[in-house]
């Protein structure tokens, strides 16, 4: 009887459509034949290395097959992937493959010279695996990816916990990146269906039904063809944009996502027939939607009619971005609230309910609760603002860290739920409209200011491409509301024009007072805000309102 683990799930898969595609990436087309084969090999690797079930595997690449064979391998031979931030510089680097207590080390050639560079600080590493990627670099003593593969046999599978660990480091909004911590059952039981529930269907019942439920799909040709456009290395990419498309057969189709441009994209989606597209949020659906206007207006529109849906997760994704990529495709636009430490509600919107939907409004899991920080719940309607509470999907914890753990998941009435710091109001009808995380609020004059719902009101200006709004000191209100702005196309906005424009939505309290205008907003590799990058930038530079 399979486990719910993920390498039981994907072998089950494998077995069930052995001559589908698995990955795509450019011309290498690997079937899930091929894909399983080539990721028993590298778990016969790593045992033949001395990894033993437990052990952890940090991956340094950006997207590409290699990276979704890697993880496969490392869940076949029951040790856990660790996720590496490939913008890393060396002392990160080398405190992630320490505090994760990483035995080997799977790494693009092109990052070989910091490897190098950092090699005598992680002593605990002991394989270097190296992918070629063609850039030319090299590690000495490391050994070859496609060689090791080539002189391994496929290792037998074996029988696995449901109580192995599946980890995925998390930056957070402060301190250091944190390894969020799974159990196999929790994790793949909670998302792994979810494939299926998006296309209407019964999710499977367990583990083994997933073979069967795949080759239903197969049959109606509705296997899924997922393009992940944001990175693998974070949650949203590899949870929404591989992991659950692959339980349900499909093909993840990989390009190279070093430098984000919206066209390839596109051309992508065209060329695969793709049914699936992941992003994370405006950072993303932005530019897109531009490109989109751009072909249309020059009378070469992308054919996007394979397309069923865009999903998003962790970054606001406005309701004005939605409408206008729903007047190019007929498809399903989903965006879920959640984290790396959970999924928690979920906004759907379509050609159908566009009108309707609102930008950060979304429908709560079955499991999430809106609760106050003493644990009482909120009523809804009642305008009351309590922290989101998920009490479905619970990490075990964060590795190596109790006290955060016991911070973020406690216990109420015998529950234990997911605290991540969000705050949001719960209307009469069972819907939330987030408000923000706690830990970024601004109290300005005494009055609490989440900067997303800021962030929201100046996006809908034509002007402004990307923003992100910070607190910095204030010797009369504590803390003056600050936004940092890059314009569309680089040009200047005037600081009155978004004051009215902000001023015509918010209450006035909320409207920024001060304006740095930027070349480049910051941000993660997967779209995710840099609030500490912003408010070094406006303490550096602001230009104040009166």
């Given at each position: 009887?399979?486990?719910?683990?993920?390498?039981?799930?994907?072998?089950?898969?494998?077995?069930?459509?052995?001559?589908?595609?698995?990955?795509?990436?450019?011309?290498?087309?690997?079937?899930?034949?091929?894909?399983?084969?080539?990721?028993?090999?590298?778990?016969?690797?790593?045992?033949?290395?001395?990894?033993?079930?437990?052990?952890?595997?940090?991956?340094?690449?950006?997207?590409?097959?290699?990276?979704?064979?890697?993880?496969?391998?490392?869940?076949?031979?029951?040790?856990?992937?660790?996720?590496?931030?490939?913008?890393?510089?060396?002392?990160?680097?080398?405190?992630?493959?320490?505090?994760?207590?990483?035995?080997?080390l799977v790494f693009q050639a092109r990052f070989a010279p910091v490897v190098a560079a950092i090699r005598d600080r992680i002593?605990?590493?002991?394989?270097?695996?190296?992918?070629?990627?063609?850039?030319?670099?090299?590690?000495?003593?490391?050994?070859?990816?496609?060689?090791?593969?080539?002189?391994?046999?496929?290792?037998?599978?074996?029988?696995?916990?449901?109580?192995?660990?599946?980890?995925?480091?998390?930056?957070?909004?402060?301190?250091?990146?944190?390894?969020?911590?799974?159990?196999?059952?929790?994790?793949?039981?909670?998302?792994?269906?979810?494939?299926?529930?998006?296309?209407?269907?019964?999710?499977?019942?367990?583990?083994?039904?997933?073979?069967?439920?795949?080759?239903?799909?197969?049959?109606?040709?509705?296997?899924?063809?997922?393009?992940?456009?944001?990175?693998?290395?974070?949650?949203?990419?590899?949870?929404?944009?591989?992991?659950?498309?692959?339980?349900?057969?499909?093909?993840?189709?990989?390009?190279?996502?070093?430098?984000?441009?919206?066209?390839?994209?596109?051309?992508?989606?065209?060329?695969?027939?793709?049914?699936?597209?992941?992003?994370?949020?405006?950072?993303?659906?932005?530019?897109?939607?531009?490109?989109?206007?751009?072909?249309?207006?020059?009378?070469?529109?992308?054919?996007?009619?394979?397309?069923?849906?865009?999903?998003?997760?962790?970054?606001?994704?406005?309701?004005?971005?939605?409408?206008?990529?729903?007047e190019h495709m007929n498809i399903a636009i989903l965006d879920s609230i959640g984290a790396t430490e959970g999924s928690m509600?979920?906004?759907?919107?379509?050609?159908?309910?566009?009108?309707?939907?609102?930008?950060?409004?979304?429908?709560?899991?079955?499991?999430?609760?809106?609760?106050?920080?003493?644990?009482?719940?909120?009523?809804?309607?009642?305008?009351?603002?309590?922290?989101?509470?998920?009490?479905?999907?619970?990490?075990?914890?964060?590795?190596?860290?109790?006290?955060?753990?016991?911070?973020?998941?406690?216990?109420?009435?015998?529950?234990?739920?997911?605290?991540?710091?969000?705050?949001?109001?719960?209307?009469?009808?069972?819907?939330?409209?987030?408000?923000?995380?706690?830990?970024?609020?601004?109290?300005?004059?005494?009055?609490?200011?989440?900067?997303?719902?800021?962030?929201?009101?100046?996006?809908?200006?034509?002007?402004?491409?990307?923003?992100?709004?910070?607190?910095?000191?204030?010797?009369?209100?504590?803390?003056?509301?600050?936004?940092?702005?890059?314009?569309?196309?680089?040009?200047?906005?005037?600081?009155?024009?978004?004051?009215?424009?902000?001023?015509?939505?918010?209450?006035?309290?909320?409207?920024?007072?001060?304006?740095?205008?930027?070349?480049?907003?910051?941000?993660?590799?997967?779209?995710?805000?840099?609030?500490?990058?912003?408010?070094?930038?406006?303490?550096?530079?602001?230009?104040?309102?009166?």
């Amino acid at each position: 009887m399979a486990a719910w683990h993920l390498a039981d799930i994907w072998e089950n898969v494998a077995r069930a459509v052995p001559d589908e595609p698995a990955i795509v990436q450019g011309d290498r087309r690997y079937s899930w034949r091929e894909y399983e084969d080539r990721a028993a090999r590298l778990a016969q690797v790593y045992t033949g290395y001395g990894l033993k079930p437990g052990a952890k595997i940090a991956l340094y690449a950006h997207n590409c097959a290699e990276y979704m064979e890697a993880q496969f391998a490392a869940f076949k031979a029951r040790l856990c992937p660790i996720n590496v931030n490939y913008r890393y510089l060396e002392d990160e680097l080398v405190y992630i493959i320490e505090n994760s207590d990483s035995e080997a080390l799977v790494f693009q050639a092109r990052f070989a010279p910091v490897v190098a560079a950092i090699r005598d600080r992680i002593p605990g590493v002991k394989l270097f695996l190296q992918i070629d990627d063609g850039s030319g670099e090299s590690l000495d003593g490391a050994v070859d990816y496609e060689g090791a593969l080539a002189a391994a046999d496929p290792m037998p599978a074996i029988e696995r916990s449901e109580d192995d660990i599946y980890m995925l480091y998390t930056g957070g909004t402060t301190g250091m990146p944190k390894g969020v911590m799974y159990d196999h059952k929790t994790f793949a039981g909670a998302l792994m269906g979810r494939g299926f529930e998006v296309l209407g269907l019964e999710p499977p019942a367990g583990p083994d039904d997933f073979g069967a439920c795949v080759l239903r799909l197969q049959a109606a040709g509705m296997l899924p063809k997922s393009i992940p456009a944001c990175p693998l290395m974070h949650g949203t990419g590899m949870w929404i944009g591989a992991m659950i498309p692959h339980a349900a057969g499909g093909a993840v189709i990989l390009f190279d996502n070093r430098h984000f441009d919206p066209d390839p994209v596109w051309q992508l989606v065209e060329k695969e027939k793709a049914s699936d597209l992941t992003i994370v949020g405006d950072v993303f659906a932005k530019p897109l939607l531009a490109a989109l206007d751009a072909a249309k207006e020059r009378g070469e529109p992308y054919d996007t009619s394979s397309l069923t849906k865009m999903s998003s997760s962790g970054v606001m994704w406005s309701a004005e971005n939605k409408a206008g990529l729903l007047e190019h495709m007929n498809i399903a636009i989903l965006d879920s609230i959640g984290a790396t430490e959970g999924s928690m509600g979920v906004s759907v919107t379509t050609r159908e309910n566009v009108g309707i939907g609102q930008t950060a409004k979304f429908e709560l899991n079955d499991t999430t609760k809106i609760l106050t920080e003493d644990g009482r719940e909120v009523e809804p309607g009642s305008g009351e603002k309590g922290l989101i509470c998920n009490g479905g999907m619970v990490p075990l914890g964060y590795y190596k860290d109790e006290k955060k753990s016991a911070a973020t998941f406690p216990t109420f009435d015998g529950v234990r739920y997911s605290i991540t710091g969000d705050y949001a109001t719960i209307e009469a009808d069972g819907t939330i409209t987030l408000l923000g995380r706690g830990s970024i609020c601004i109290n300005s004059g005494g009055e609490k200011i989440f900067p997303e719902e800021v962030e929201e009101a100046l996006k809908t200006h034509d002007s402004v491409n990307d923003c992100l709004v910070v607190g910095v000191p204030d010797d009369r209100f504590g803390e003056r509301v600050t936004a940092v702005i890059s314009a569309s196309g680089g040009g200047e906005i005037e600081p009155d024009t978004l004051k009215n424009h902000v001023r015509g939505r918010l209450a006035d309290y909320k409207a920024p007072r001060g304006y740095v205008m930027v070349d480049t907003v910051p941000r993660a590799a997967n779209g995710k805000p840099d609030y500490k990058g912003a408010k070094a930038m406006a303490l550096a530079q602001t230009s104040e309102m009166a």
